[in-house]
């Protein structure tokens, strides 16, 4: 019996450091298939047991770091040149092997954000096809993240089921279009494998992509907050749940009465749609302040990136939150850079297209106004593209095109290629007319495609259609069509339309459009 109790207290001491040693726990970013970032510190983090010594390996350079007491551990690889054979990033635990990361590229890191528009698949555009004949890219890399996920509070691991993926014909097929498109085509012109880190979600406001602490920045934002916390006092869950499902269970009762019938079905309305009841939101997740970004973005703050690729506008397009839209989505790059702790982050916006709604020309000079006004800021502007019947246009090569284009001028240095569009850069007002120098951007001059088109002069308070014509290389002469004496021109615009396209004319040699814009004196 004596011996019994000796050799169980034996095995009970012997378990102690076993039971106590926290195996090593990295956020679902750093997985296999992974892609680093080239040029630049890269960042390691996780979990360990506490003050443990923490060493990550990788293309033979060790890295060490101590857990603080927390098990909270960070290191910083110094910064690599690309990699484009697979290889292996291991990760030790005072000293023993406890993860290996395999099938890891170094190349050219990309955060894709914004709403549904970014979160297009490939599969549902025009070039669909083709894309599934070539798209065998082992250096093309996707950090998938499920759409609808949010959270209370900031969050230090990804959604359940998000993962890496390697791009093949398969999988491209729901990878984001804008992000497949211009990857593609910076892949190939750069000769380095690229990763497309998606967070994207339909429907989204701004307020949801941001944290919590930058609320209060703009009155807008803090406003929705506060109706927010009023609303979510008084929410009954449970309730609203069943109100749902009530609704959903009669659609569904009328639907199987229909189709029996032979009859035509009714679209789910929105309230089925869009607005399924959450345990811990009263507000449609999509514009719950903060919510988003606590759960898809916070996760990923710091994962070492060259740019943000920014699409979204369509839900900020009205009211309230229109109106203070270039201050949101400066607010917007400036928490996601103080997020990453990397303030020279580039980030690129791609402007709304053409589709009917009135105010979306308001949207697209804000998105410009925005980027004007910070650096490393980049707009792409697809203006010459849309559908006027559809908010998601299936062609989006265009947009993919213009996106590449855009980030090799600006950020890879590509002075043989024209992304950017032409800008206005002063009016200068007469009698007759106005006289506009735009600002080419790199590129050499301006051309019209068709006849003259698409821009309006301010005359006696009222907006008039104009005639233009191009003068010299970089300037444009805005006249009236019908001259008065006594008329006083006191402003000009160009593309103020939703649906613009028809309209669209002014491009640079490249085939870049002018951005939509307007002035007034």
């Not at 925005?370 to 019947?389: L, R, S």
């Not at 106005?434 to 301006?446: E, H, P, Q």
């Not at 068709?450 to 301010?458: A, I, K, N």
Request: proline fraction near 6%.
């Amino acid at each position: 019996m004596k011996k019994f109790k000796f050799l169980s207290s034996v095995f009970f001491f012997l378990s102690i450091p076993l039971l106590s040693m926290a195996e090593i726990s990295i956020p679902k970013i750093f997985s296999d298939h992974m892609v680093l970032q080239r040029d630049i510190p890269v960042n390691i983090w996780g979990k360990a047991d506490k003050n443990a010594d923490v060493e990550v390996e990788f293309l033979g350079e060790k890295t060490q770091a101590k857990a603080d007491a927390n098990g909270n551990w960070k290191v910083v690889l110094k910064p690599m040149d690309a990699v484009k054979e697979p290889a292996e990033l291991k990760i030790y635990e005072n000293g023993k092997l406890s993860k290996t990361i395999s099938d890891v590229l170094v190349g050219e890191v990309w955060i894709l954000g914004g709403q549904s528009n970014m979160e297009w698949v490939v599969n549902n555009t025009t070039d669909a096809e083709n894309v599934r004949q070539r798209a065998n890219y082992p250096m093309m890399r996707y950090f998938f993240q499920p759409s609808e996920a949010i959270a209370e509070t900031e969050q230090t691991d990804s959604p359940e089921g998000s993962k890496w993926q390697e791009c093949t014909p398969q999988t491209a097929m729901f990878f984001s279009a804008m992000g497949f498109y211009s990857g593609e085509q910076i892949m190939k012109e750069l000769n380095v494998p690229i990763g497309l880190v998606n967070t994207s979600f339909g429907g989204t406001a701004m307020r949801a992509w941001v944290p919590h602490s930058v609320i209060s920045k703009i009155p807008f934002w803090q406003s929705q907050y506060e109706d927010f916390v009023a609303k979510k006092e008084k929410y009954d869950y449970p309730a609203e749940a069943k109100k749902w499902q009530d609704t959903l269970d009669k659609y569904n009762a009328d639907a199987k009465k229909l189709e029996a019938e032979g009859k035509p079905v009714p679209p789910k309305n929105d309230y089925l749609k869009y607005n399924k009841p959450h345990k811990i939101t009263p507000l449609n997740s999509r514009v719950t302040p903060s919510y988003l970004y606590n759960a898809k973005v916070a996760p990923l703050a710091g994962f070492s990136a060259r740019a943000i690729l920014w699409n979204q506008g369509e839900t900020d397009s009205w009211g309230k939150t229109l109106d203070c839209y270039k201050e949101q989505l400066a607010t917007l790059v400036q928490s996601w850079r103080d997020a990453w702790k990397y303030n020279k982050m580039h980030f690129i916006c791609v402007q709304l297209p053409s589709y009917k709604p009135e105010k979306w020309p308001d949207v697209r000079w804000n998105q410009y106004l925005a980027c004007k006004e910070m650096k490393n800021a980049h707009i792409v502007n697809i203006v010459d593209t849309g559908t006027e019947d559809d908010v998601h246009p299936r062609e989006k090569c265009t947009a993919g095109d213009r996106i590449a284009k855009v980030a090799l001028q600006n950020i890879y240095g590509k002075k043989n290629i024209k992304g950017n569009p032409p800008v206005p850069k002063s009016f200068k007002y007469s009698d007759s007319g106005v006289k506009i120098a735009m600002n080419l951007r790199g590129a050499k001059r301006l051309e019209g495609k068709g006849e003259p088109r698409g821009f309006e002069l301010f005359i006696d308070g009222k907006w008039q259609p104009a005639d233009a014509k191009i003068k010299g290389e970089r300037t444009v002469l805005v006249s009236a069509q019908n001259p008065s004496d006594n008329a006083k021109i006191e402003g000009v615009r160009y593309l103020w339309k939703g649906w613009a396209l028809p309209d669209v004319w002014l491009y640079n040699e490249a085939e870049i459009p002018a951005i939509t814009f307007e002035n007034k004196k």
